[in-house]
């Protein structure tokens, strides 16, 4: 049995966000294979988070910069330390190579950040030039953002922010890469040594119940954490451009929009003359996506695998989203290609670019049965083939062979130990100068 320690950004709300889903997937992954598993984190108490308890999970708080947490990680001597995201690796992983140099150090992503950033930067960019054109403030939110665009594909990949995240994987013995498209990119590249990585899929947790017929679906509905920069935009997008569009041609039909922390800024678009409902927190997304005829993703910008996408093929709904919401679960993803507008049944929905993209096919799909079953079927089938795809060795299983000798590990990764040599000290001791700092006020 080994001793995993997850240090967590956030607490796992695996109701909120895809992310929670993962974090969730990634502990219960180790309990079942008979290890001791104890949370960590920093951040504040959630009123979301899921039970640890229940899980025999012991979960601690702990303090940012500060020597307290080196004595503590001492104390459990961990076999395995998990650093969730990036910045947690940055603040953290110092301390633990200090205090348990023989523990496996694993980065779980959850997605490239500063691919998703890098992505928003190109559409913001794109957007601000638009609106400048014709003379429109480019704070301005009363007015449309305009069509979904390509802007995404130029987003630039050498930036600050790769860097630092790029060095972070480099450090670490383990990245956990959830989807195929960034694992390509980080191999390809970035050039990160394939023994440092390790694919390991978004899963979704079996269904409750049996599902609704099409006759028995209603509305169209879209799911995501309000607090993820591009959920917030796709509910810009929506409100609009591209849910006017769709109310031409599907009069009769209303849009709900559910996730969690909504803003006042967001409640304040709740329409329902127009048929636009900000529902908010759901206590059960499968039962929301399993009960919509459709459900809608006008993604522009993003990383990673989209949970709310996965949800919906599980539960047979076809699916209105964009090349980036499609990114990394389709087979043509696979080979690092981007989807163009379409609506092949290779997808099992609708590949869309503009507002008038998404109401042509909105109207297709949810008007004949016939082609809301193939695209239904045509889903479910690729969300088999993405359940399947996973690496021969279990986590669990490389983690405990490479615990054998890790020392074995790391003598082929020089670029880790360069690293290890250079850029952390910046961070290890602006922390220690904060600490004392704090202990002098």
């Not at 079942?32 to 984190?41: I, K, S």
């Not at 009069?251 to 909504?262: C, D, E, K, S, T």
């Not at 636009?276 to 990673?304: H, Q, S, T």
Request: contains cysteine; charged residues 20%; proline residues 5%.
């Amino acid at each position: 049995m080994m001793q995993v320690v997850v240090i967590g950004y956030v607490w796992p709300e695996p109701n909120s966000s895809a992310a929670g889903q993962n974090m969730l997937a990634l502990i219960n992954h180790f309990l079942r294979h008979g290890h001791q598993v104890t949370f960590m984190t920093a951040a504040t108490d959630s009123p979301h988070k899921i039970d640890l308890e229940s899980l025999n999970v012991k979960s601690e708080a702990i303090a940012l910069n500060c020597s307290s947490f080196n004595e503590r990680i001492a104390q459990l001597s961990p076999n395995v330390v998990i650093f969730d995201r990036y910045m947690t690796e940055e603040q953290f992983s110092w301390r633990v190579k200090d205090a348990c140099p023989c523990a496996i150090r694993i980065l779980n992503t959850e997605d490239v950040h500063s691919l998703r950033q890098a992505r928003h930067d190109a559409v913001k960019a794109q957007d601000n030039a638009l609106r400048a054109s014709k003379g429109i403030a480019t704070s301005s939110l009363n007015t449309p953002i305009l069509p979904i665009a390509n802007a995404a594909k130029n987003a630039d990949y050498n930036t600050a922010l790769a860097q630092r995240e790029i060095a972070s994987i480099l450090r670490s013995d383990i990245t956990l890469v959830i989807s195929r498209t960034e694992y390509a990119l980080l191999t390809d590249h970035y050039q990160v040594p394939a023994q440092q990585l390790y694919y390991h899929p978004l899963s979704v947790a079996p269904l409750k119940k049996k599902l609704p017929s099409f006759e028995q679906r209603n509305d169209i509905v879209t799911i995501g954490n309000f607090r993820h920069a591009p959920n917030w935009d796709a509910v810009l997008q929506l409100k609009q451009t591209i849910w006017p569009a769709i109310r031409k041609v599907l009069p009769n039909a209303n849009l709900h929009i559910y996730g969690a922390y909504p803003p006042k800024k967001a409640t304040q678009l709740h329409n329902p003359k127009s048929g636009f409902y900000i529902d908010g927190w759901a206590e059960d997304a499968e039962e929301v996506i399993a009960n919509a005829r459709l459900l809608i993703a006008p993604l522009r910008f993003g990383a990673g695998i989209k949970g709310k996408i996965l949800e919906a093929m599980h539960c047979e709904t076809p699916t209105l989203t964009t090349w980036v919401g499609a990114e990394g679960i389709s087979a043509l993803n696979n080979a690092n290609e981007n989807l163009e507008a379409t609506s092949s049944p290779v997808w099992g929905g609708t590949i869309c670019e503009t507002a008038e993209d998404f109401a042509v096919n909105a109207a297709r799909l949810y008007n004949n049965q016939s082609e809301w079953a193939l695209a239904s079927q045509t889903g479910l089938n690729l969300f088999h083939d993405y359940e399947n795809d996973k690496e021969v060795e279990t986590l669990a299983e490389l983690t405990a062979s490479i615990a054998k000798d890790v020392n074995s590990h790391r003598s082929s990764l020089f670029l880790q130990g360069l690293l290890w040599h250079q850029t952390l000290n910046a961070s290890k001791y602006m922390s220690q100068w904060i600490e004392a700092k704090n202990q002098n006020l």
